[in-house]
């Protein structure tokens, strides 16, 4: 358990700020990253699931639509929102907004990764806007609130499985954002049939993504103990 534990700590130090108060538990464990940080990293995962089950077995490569646009913004503009004003001091957050408005802005992140993935790493891709006609966009939207009970309600019930299940969600996010940046390299470009083509890419990219995180905690311990010394 205190391997775990410490795996955990390594894994959000230098993505999150960790605050008790402000995070999650299963099992007694605390999660790696904050409520707002599980809803994006969570959000994200399910967000590229939906998509998936919704153009089955279609890969859209083109942007959404204005609606879809409109809809990427709104729900990452409330995070935007929520944080900025409990920053200023204006209002204070809660761990259930902090945790909906994360979720909804890895849903939004989704809609624009989901895309670039398709175009990049898939030999066949359709030029079919992602989450369009209208119904596909108001069926990924409405299931933000199920899934956030699911999430809220269902997560602690989880136990130890429940911060297990966010860091990969975390690594499997990053590793997403990499794999785009891969993908563009002639060795990666455009190579996948199948899922199981997508592994030699996807481990580049998990390897970035513990490099990443490695120096982002670095990056961190440096600001901690400048901090220390200018006070």
Known sequence: MLVLQSFLHWLGFGLCHQLPERSFYGGGVQ???????????????????IIWLLHRPLRPRGFPSVAG??????????????????LLGF?????????????????????????????????TSHNRRVLEPLWRLA????????LYAGVWWGGPYLGIVYPIAVAIAVLFTLTCVNMVMVCMTP?????????RDVWPAAIVGLAMSLLEVWMAGLLRDLLVALAERLT
């Open 31 to 49: 999660l790696p990253v904050c409520a707002r940080d599980t809803g994006i990293y969570v959000g994200f995962c399910l967000a590229l699931a």
């Open 69 to 86: 646009w409109i809809a990427c913004a709104t729900m990452i503009g409330l995070m935007a929102l929520d944080g900025t004003t409990q």
């Open 91 to 123: 209002r204070s957050s809660t761990n259930e907004l902090r945790l909906m408005t994360g979720l909804m802005t890895g849903f939004g992140i989704g809609m624009i990764l989901t895309p670039m993935l398709n175009d990049c790493v898939w030999k």
């Open 139 to 146: 069926a990924f939207v409405g299931a933000i609130p199920l």
């Open 187 to 195: 060795w990666f470009e455009r190579k996948a049939d199948r899922l």
